[in-house]
């Protein structure tokens, strides 16, 4: 089925200690985008790709960091975890960026203890 | 600066109608997006609208207003799965989305 994988589902992490969290799609879409949803606030733009081996830095980039190596994986490193990333994360990807719909994987649900 | 407001959180009956707004500040705009989005979900695509109107797709109808800022989502027919929570983001300038934080919709038999 085609769409946008994410992993792990869940994760609890020690601060400070470094995570991946892994987002594959198979939509062959250009623009990829990482998101993070806490209660009460809206999704926030972490980082973001517009095309492979190019990324942009959204509204909370700091403490995050991305690659796009090739078109279909896009993941999300935690140099050095702090609580305050404690969040749920979407991986969204797009056909073209711009007005074309978001698909959303899952989420990874990450606690920083 | 850019801003989103919705109702944090709404009723309504099962059977029944029920109009979400949203009104917003961006710098430009490029379009408005609705998502709905289940407890525990990823948000999923409802809506895109870029001219002032009414756009109906089934139960699901998205009206937008440019002059006014502002926007809503009509939901017919209420049903139980349509409990959920209701996303609005419009592009700015720069064809990045701005997120309100959503208005959960509880419906009741």
């Known amino acids: 089925i085609a769409g946008i994988t994410q992993a792990p589902t869940s994760q609890i992490l020690a601060a400070g200690r470094r995570m991946t969290l892994r987002c594959t799609q198979d939509m062959r879409h250009n623009a990829m985008y990482w998101y993070r949803q806490d209660l009460g606030l809206g999704l926030r733009l972490i980082h973001y790709s517009n095309t492979a081996g190019t990324t942009g830095k959204g509204e909370v980039p700091d403490g995050y960091s991305v690659s796009r190596a090739n078109t279909d994986d896009f993941p999300l490193t935690l140099a050095s975890a702090v609580p305050s990333q404690t969040s749920v994360y979407f991986c969204a990807s797009s056909d073209s960026g711009g007005n074309s719909p978001l698909h959303f994987g899952n989420g990874t649900r990450l606690t920083v203890t | ?109």
């Open chain 2, 1 to 109: 600066g850019q801003n989103i407001d919705q109702p944090t959180e709404m009723t309504a009956t099962e059977g029944a109608i029920v109009q979400i707004n949203c009104t917003y500040q961006t710098s430009g705009f490029n379009g408005l997006f609705w998502y709905q989005q289940h407890a525990g979900e990823a948000p999923t695509f409802l809506s895109y609208n870029v001219l002032d109107g009414l756009e109906e797709k089934g139960r699901f109808s998205s009206f937008l207003s440019r002059s006014k800022g502002y926007s809503y989502l009509l939901l017919k027919e209420l049903q139980m799965k349509d409990s959920a929570s209701y996303l609005c983001a419009p592009l700015d300038s720069n064809y990045q989305l701005i997120w309100g934080a959503g208005t959960k919709l509880i419906i009741k038999p």
